[in-house]
């Protein structure tokens, strides 16, 4: 998971249902305090990702709030995800879960219940954590969802990373068509340098999705493709 370009996948959207979104944003910013508003935001986009990664779609509390046991087990499998889907430090690591058990344990107040609150260690992971990890490797996983969670990055010429928004086309085109793409402009990052790289994808990706594109004709002519051409033809 890469946390930076959660809040551009719009397939993250769907995952929570409109109430309950709203209630989680309303605690989030009541016990977030003086948090940012991009961390506060984050938040919820972390918690998203991981309704994501089950496949789950509209997901409301109603369904975590009739057994204690099973939010707590819910939260537990959220605090697993975050420590094992990303490759951030454990204090970015840690700053998250604390984030996120603030507003658990907030939910579960609302409802006149409690989760166990857990402290997270900045250095190592400690031993709650590990439960979690566990028991969210042992949760049937999709290598499709997750790669869709790492987004898209590619490397300059100068070895620099650069980050791709492939998003609006994994939704129109699909997962191959857009893996296609990806490895086209991986290879072309290779020959730019940073900051005229970040130019022209941005151009690119603009006409790419301002047009119609035929998968299957597309498809045949993909590896002969300089996206250089496509600007100069467009």
């Known amino acids: ?30 016990v977030g305090g003086n948090t940012s508003k991009y961390h506060k935001e984050q938040s919820l986009n972390i918690y998203a990702a991981f309704l994501y990664s089950q496949g789950l779609d509209n997901f409301n509390e ?8 099973k939010l707590q087990e819910h939260f537990d499998y959220l605090i697993g995800f975050v420590y094992s889907s990303q490759s951030n430090n454990l204090n970015t690591k ?5 984030a996120l058990t603030k507003v658990f344990a907030q939910l579960a107040k609302d409802y006149n219940l409690a989760i166990t609150k857990r402290s997270f260690n900045r250095a190592r992971i400690n031993s709650y954590a590990q439960s979690c990890i566990e028991k969210y490797q042992a949760l049937p996983t999709s290598q499709e969802r997750s790669d869709y969670l790492d987004g898209w990055v590619v490397t300059s010429q100068s070895r620099e990373k650069v980050l791709l928004n492939l998003d609006a086309l994994y ?3 699909g997962r191959d068509f857009s893996a296609k793409i990806y490895e086209i402009l991986k290879r072309y990052a290779l020959t730019q340098k940073a900051n005229s790289l970040r130019t022209r994808l941005a151009d690119i990706m603009n006409l790419l999705e301002s047009m119609y ?13 300089d996206p250089d051409e496509i600007l100069l033809t467009h």
């Open 94 to 98: 840690r700053t998250q879960a604390y």
């Open 213 to 225: 594109l035929d998968t299957t004709l597309m498809t045949e002519s993909l590896e002969g493709l």
């Open 1 to 30: 998971m890469n946390t930076t370009i959660l809040s551009k996948l719009s397939l993250l959207s769907n995952t929570m249902s409109k109430p309950y979104r709203s209630k989680l944003r309303e605690i989030v910013n009541t």
């Open 171 to 173: 939704v129109k085109y």
């Open 62 to 69: 109603f369904e975590l709030i009739n057994d204690k046991s």
